[in-house]
């Protein structure tokens, strides 16, 4: 965003951050009892420390970090699948940054590419659609991964290879969705949860409606929030108001940029291109119903698991996290990253054991980009 200065205002945050303690005085929360709001998107996770707001805000406010990191929910059997397929030969596997350092049941792909696989860093899907013009004689793969947000950019270079009749071109697709783990996290009987900050990435993808259960089904407040400081401070303020009011609805901080029914064209090459999936596995969640897609038969050419025979459409494998992670719990929210025994021990960026540790949105490398040691010390 060009003007950016308007959201990081420092007199408007301290107004914000006044008129949050009011209300959350009004409603009775405390440190010990307090209002447990989940930001469900990871990117708002490293808003919030990297502008300190968990240190600023009412202690009656505590902020639950949710499973909005696509990487970090995406289970080790799949980057073993990734690497399965990229050590095949004639594969270039491509694939975004944040997922190369992710730690399978045995390597990394990072590991995979410094063994010999031709494994290739891009920033589009486009990037790996110019590499399958380029290499006829090679399979470009393409590891198409995450929510709604870069779902369409997978569906629009599928029908772009259709098009042109890229044969040597697919994608191995991991694309989930995020109603259906919310709702997954609010029928755990474990989970307290008394209102959600929605994502606002996903948000500009697929509106405001598809929340709409919060609300309605559970009772609970949900404000989609853009990702500067007095974005999250006022889709706070939004939420308390809910909660001192008795009401639960589904309210668009973001609409700057959120347009209440999405965006008509990603909608349209997401259907287009992909259907749900009966269910699909999650790090810490488990099976869930229809939270991931799968691509169509009529793109069936485009599809690396029915082009290599991986991944759902073959034989999988459920793996455990390594013994002493806690990814599943933190992803959950029933834990914070520093109460895992490993963090900042035997997990470090440099070393990692989860994904949350490595992933650009994860809340265990949000803990650490911004407090380090001084958060393992905090926690001993």
């Not at 609970?220 to 939004?238: C, H, N, R, Y």
Request: glycine residues 10%; charged residues 20%.
């Amino acid at each position: 965003m060009k003007f950016a200065s308007e959201f990081r205002d420092p007199a408007l945050a301290r107004a914000l951050l006044a008129e949050i303690g009011k209300l959350a005085d009004q409603i009775g929360a405390t440190r010990e009892k307090p209002i447990h709001i989940m930001e469900i998107c990871g990117g708002h996770t490293h808003s919030i420390f990297r502008y300190g707001l968990d240190k600023l805000i009412h202690p009656g406010v505590e902020f639950i970090h949710g499973p909005g990191c696509p990487v970090c929910v995406l289970p080790r059997a799949r980057v073993d699948e990734c690497i399965e397929i990229a050590g095949r030969p004639g594969v270039i596997f491509t694939t975004f940054g944040d997922a190369m350092r992710v730690p399978g049941s045995k390597m990394s792909l990072l590991q995979a590419k410094a063994a010999g696989a031709d494994i290739r860093m891009v920033y589009s899907p486009l990037d790996a659609l110019e590499l399958a013009r380029r290499n006829p004689g090679h399979q470009v793969v393409f590891f198409g991964l995450g929510f709604e947000t870069t779902t369409p950019s997978t569906a629009l270079a599928i029908q772009q290879a259709a098009r042109e009749g890229l044969g040597n071109f697919s994608v191995f697709c991991n694309h989930i969705t995020v109603p259906e783990p919310i709702k997954a996290l609010l029928d755990d009987p474990h989970m307290c949860l008394d209102g959600f900050i929605g994502p606002g990435h996903v948000s500009m993808v697929i509106g405001v409606h598809p929340y709409d259960f919060i609300a309605q089904d559970y009772g609970k407040p949900i404000v989609v929030a853009g990702f500067e400081p007095t974005d999250l401070l006022q889709s706070v303020l939004m939420v308390l108001a809910q909660i001192a009011e008795g009401r639960a609805a589904v309210e668009n901080q973001y609409a700057r940029v959120v347009p209440e029914h999405g965006n008509a064209v990603s909608l349209a090459a997401i259907a287009d291109v992909y259907e749900k999936r009966p269910s699909f596995e999650w790090r810490g969640l488990g099976e869930i119903d229809a939270s991931g897609l799968r691509i169509r038969p009529a793109y069936a050419a485009f599809d690396a698991e029915e082009k290599f025979g991986v991944g759902y459409a073959g034989v999988r494998t459920e793996l455990a996290d390594p013994e002493g992670c806690a990814c599943g719990a933190v992803m959950t929210g029933r834990m914070k990253p520093v109460d895992c025994p490993q963090f900042g021990r035997g997990c470090t960026p440099e070393m990692p054991l989860g994904a949350l540790m490595v992933s650009s949105e994860g809340a265990c490398a949000a803990y650490w980009q911004y407090g380090g040691a001084r958060a393992v010390e905090a926690a001993e």
